[in-house]
């Protein structure tokens, strides 16, 4: 399984710029990273997937080295709405069809944004 | 349309009793996930159905964890003789096919505590 390691909190200004690293080290080749977002008392969301090079969407980018045993989520222009726990998952594509799957989260960043 | 549900929301027992937690997904997605969240912690991983296929069920901590899915529907996770550290969320997710690459979608989750 790839592990994921991310710092446990961040804190930010509203207006800035918050880039968020995980690290996993024993990526596989089928696998994929996938960002979620949490706010307290719900369950996590979505925010942005990929599995190579840099990939953008409306909320944010999400950054991936050559190696891979990295990713960064890029969140522009933070706001207090972005108050959450970002967590970084890894995991692959694979439909085996004999139920044999893990995911692995990383333990979360805790973004804290001040106004 | 309707997002994944789960029932009931908060669920208080004695230790020693049985809780059954119920998860109903997504209508026409074909993976479902449970996963527990304890207190400040981040999401483990718990089991996972896919379709009609056996589901990997070495995720569950302990025999007293078991968890069912009829078909494509409802899944339920039951843990028997409760203890006090099986006190957390638990959480539902389902998605549109297997697969780490593909997007989950959480429900609101299970609040479980165990006296």
């Known amino acids: 399984l790839a592990k994921t390691t991310q710092p446990i909190s961040m804190d930010s200004y509203e207006g800035q710029e918050v880039n968020i690293t995980c690290s996993h080290n024993n990526i596989a080749t089928n696998d994929y990273i996938t960002w979620y977002q949490q706010f307290p008392s719900q369950g996590p969301r979505f925010i942005i997937q990929?599995?190579?090079t840099k990939v953008t969407n409306e909320v944010a980018s999400l950054f991936i080295p050559a190696d891979r045993k990295s990713s960064t989520l890029s969140l522009p222009r933070v706001s207090l709405s972005d108050t959450a726990v970002y967590y970084c998952l890894v995991g692959d594509d694979r439909d085996s069809g004999a139920g044999s799957y893990q995911l692995t989260f990383g333990k979360g960043t805790k973004l804290s944004v001040i106004p | 349309g309707a997002g994944v549900s789960q029932s009931p929301s908060n669920k208080v027992t004695e230790k020693g009793k049985d809780v059954e937690l119920r998860c109903d997904p997504i209508s026409g997605h074909t993976a479902l996930y449970w996963y527990r969240q304890r207190l400040g912690q981040g999401l483990e991983f718990l089991i996972y159905f896919q379709g009609n296929s056996a589901p990997d069920k070495s995720g569950l901590p302990s025999d007293r964890f078991s968890a069912e899915r009829t078909g494509e529907s409802v899944s339920t996770l039951t843990i028997q003789r409760t203890q006090q550290e099986d006190s957390a969320v638990y959480l539902c997710a389902s998605s549109l096919k297997a697969g780490g690459a593909d997007t989950q979608y959480f429900g609101p989750g299970t609040r479980l505590t165990v006296l």
């Open positions: 990929g599995y190579k």
